[in-house]
């Protein structure tokens, strides 16, 4: 049974920093490409960050270019989210998904599973 679970997400001031994490379990972890997205209510789906099964090649949304860094530990079978100098429209919920085959692109339909979320909200 293959799941992704997001943690990590909480409360941060502006310009803080925090990092999510997505655990994920059912399927071989290396084989798949690894995306975070985020949604704010009644907007649509964003891509975020995407990284290949091998994390050597990585993709990342203008608006978080040189912010935020995507990573993946194959030892704990996790995913990582590095975000740093969080801004208020940087709130959303966070999620992590999967896909097959290995180009990390940013399009929602592009993936098939996906985890339940973890809120994030950039306030002071």
């Known amino acids: 049974q293959w799941q992704l679970v997001e943690s990590g997400g909480g409360l941060v001031q502006p310009g803080g920093s925090l990092r999510l994490s997505c655990l994920v379990s059912?399927?071989?972890?290396?084989?798949?490409?690894i995306a975070w997205f985020r949604q704010v209510a009644g907007k649509e789906r964003e891509g975020v960050s995407s990284?290949?099964?091998?994390?050597?090649?990585?993709n990342h949304a203008d608006s978080v270019k040189g912010r935020f860094t995507i990573s993946r530990d194959s030892a704990k079978n996790t995913v990582y989210l590095q975000m740093n100098s969080l801004q208020s429209e940087d709130t959303a919920v966070y999620y992590c998904?999967?896909?097959?085959?290995?180009?990390?692109?940013?399009?929602?339909?592009?993936?098939?599973?996906w985890g339940q979320g973890t809120q994030v909200t950039v306030s002071s």
């Open positions: 998904a999967a896909k097959y085959p290995d180009f990390p692109t940013l399009r929602v339909d592009d993936y098939d599973y």
């Open positions: 059912g399927f071989p972890f290396d084989n798949y490409v």
């Open positions: 990284v290949s099964g091998s994390g050597q090649v990585t």
